[in-house]
């Protein structure tokens, strides 16, 4: 069998195997063909791509560094560790890299007018960061429940010159949010373009942002051979819709010696409503766009999901992970809301750095399998952004833990 897995994909009309695809209603076909149609004459554009370059590495601070965490690796007592430092990029995460591609195609096609969705905000500030950069005009549809949640970032993006729609429709979180923004751009396509923030949706979404995302792991490449003259041997990320993911993977696919780990959110247990890993217990489905894996009960309903990570808390999945993994190209396990608190905590102490929780369910995995290597193999972390957004969260539970315990 060749381990080729396909970085040749989507096909035209945007399958992974049977995953992908755009499954919408005829009203958004149009604004699609015209998004695909200038996505692909931009990504063909050495212009495109030079501006695209200099934001990146003057205003969002590319490239960042490949970072060896040598009291970590001392301490775990296996592999080298290397954290890819995502987390030091302006707004504190990886989303900025799709929020940038994606503000200069919107440029290019003359539309000035950006909206968004967003769940715990940090897509909603990546955007409005841009927006405002470009002085375009930015409206962010948002949860009325995370609104209220993520109070700050609902701040920042409003300083930053956004506005932020409450949506009050069903459970008041990031699913009902798309929908708005879907409405949205329906309403208004002549001038608007909508900046998805992970590799979901119908087509070309999923490839478009994967392609935005893939720095990561072009960047990591050159940097471990540099560093270490070889090619690493287990590279781990965490997994919501899977951008920050397969931005690292997707340069590593046809290294069959590079071996793949996506972390999802374990939440507290594989019980039905109390985690958002779709690879364990999800099954086939269309939701917002694509055919994916998603949680669902027997009747099709879009099952209720939990994480102590907002950004890792949605019912599907990015057709591309589905796909890679019924090839076992890469392996999906999950970390817990405990194990993803516990590695938060534990990297902050040993390497000085508080990660997203989002990254340390990428950590916790680490944590687990870096132990069991050969102190002559080498790992790649992914983290995709800092944990200042999660401090308070984090702090409340520790406390509660300390109040129960004592
Ligand atoms: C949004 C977010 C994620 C999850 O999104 P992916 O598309 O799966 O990368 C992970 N880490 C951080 C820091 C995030 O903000």
């Known amino acids: 069998m060749t381990v080729v897995a396909g970085p040749d994909l989507p096909d035209t009309q945007g399958h992974f195997g049977v995953y992908?695809?755009?499954?919408?209603?005829?009203?958004?076909?149009?604004?699609?063909?015209?998004?695909?149609?200038?996505?692909?004459?931009?990504?063909?554009?050495?212009?495109?791509?030079?501006?695209?370059?200099?934001?990146?590495?003057?205003?969002?601070?590319?490239?960042?560094?490949?970072?060896?965490?040598?009291?970590?690796?001392?301490?775990?007592?296996?592999?080298?560790?290397?954290?890819?430092?995502?987390?030091?990029?302006?707004?504190?995460?990886?989303?900025?890299?799709?929020?940038?591609?994606?503000?200069?195609?919107?440029?290019?096609?003359?539309?000035?007018?950006?909206?968004?969705?967003?769940?715990?905000?940090?897509?909603?500030?990546?955007?409005?960061?841009?927006?405002?950069?470009?002085?375009?005009?930015?409206?962010?549809?948002?949860?009325?429940?995370?609104?209220?949640?993520?109070?700050?970032?609902?701040?920042?993006?409003?300083?930053?010159?956004?506005?932020?729609?409450?949506?009050?429709?069903?459970?008041?979180?990031?699913?009902?949010?798309?929908?708005?923004?879907?409405?949205?751009?329906?309403?208004?396509?002549?001038?608007?373009?909508?900046?998805?923030?992970?590799?979901?949706?119908?087509?070309?979404?999923?490839?478009?942002?994967?392609?935005?995302?893939?720095?990561?792991?072009?960047?990591?490449?050159?940097?471990?051979?540099?560093?270490?003259?070889?090619?690493?041997?287990?590279?781990?990320?965490?997994?919501?819709?899977?951008?920050?993911?397969?931005?690292?993977?997707?340069?590593?696919?046809?290294?069959?010696?590079v071996k793949m780990l996506g972390v999802e959110a374990g939440g507290e247990g594989i019980l039905p409503g109390k985690h958002a890993a779709r690879f364990q217990g999800g099954s086939l489905g269309v939701l917002q766009g694509t055919r994916s894996y998603l949680l669902q009960d027997e009747h099709g309903q879009v099952q209720l999901t939990h994480s102590v990570s907002a950004g890792l808390d949605y019912a599907a999945v990015g057709p591309e992970h589905a796909w890679l993994r019924d090839r076992q190209r890469v392996e999906y396990g999950y970390a817990t809301d405990d194990q993803a608190v516990a590695a938060f905590m534990r990297l902050a102490k040993t390497e000085g750095i508080i990660p997203a929780l989002e990254s340390a369910h990428a950590l916790a995995a680490a944590i687990e399998r870096v132990p069991c290597m050969h102190p002559d193999q080498v790992v790649i972390v992914n983290l995709s952004g800092r944990g200042d957004k999660d401090v308070a969260q984090v702090a409340a539970r520790v406390a509660l833990e300390t109040h129960r315990s004592g």
Not at 85 to 100: F, S
Not at 140 to 165: S, T
Not at 232 to 247: H, K, T, Y
């Open 20 to 257: 992908g695809g755009r499954f919408v209603p005829e009203t958004l076909m149009h604004p699609l063909l015209e998004l695909e149609a200038e996505y692909f004459k931009a990504q063909q554009d050495a212009e495109f791509q030079q501006q695209l370059d200099y934001y990146l590495r003057e205003f969002c601070g590319r490239p960042t560094p490949l970072y060896l965490a040598e009291r970590l690796t001392r301490e775990l007592g296996g592999a080298r560790v290397y954290l890819k430092r995502e987390d030091l990029l302006h707004t504190g995460a990886h989303k900025i890299n799709n929020a940038m591609g994606q503000i200069l195609l919107a440029r290019r096609m003359g539309k000035r007018r950006i909206i968004a969705e967003t769940g715990a905000g940090q897509h909603g500030v990546a955007t409005a960061t841009v927006a405002a950069m470009f002085g375009f005009e930015c409206v962010i549809y948002m949860g009325a429940v995370d609104c209220e949640r993520q109070a700050l970032n609902v701040y920042r993006m409003k300083m930053l010159g956004a506005e932020v729609v409450p949506v009050r429709a069903g459970q008041q979180t990031l699913k009902e949010a798309v929908n708005e923004a879907m409405r949205d751009w329906v309403t208004n396509v002549r001038g608007t373009h909508y900046i998805l923030g992970t590799v979901y949706g119908a087509h070309p979404y999923p490839v478009m942002v994967r392609n935005f995302q893939r720095i990561i792991g072009d960047e990591a490449r050159r940097q471990v051979l540099e560093l270490e003259k070889r090619l690493p041997d287990l590279l781990i990320a965490c997994v919501g819709g899977g951008s920050n993911a397969i931005g690292l993977f997707y340069p590593f696919l046809d290294d069959a010696s």
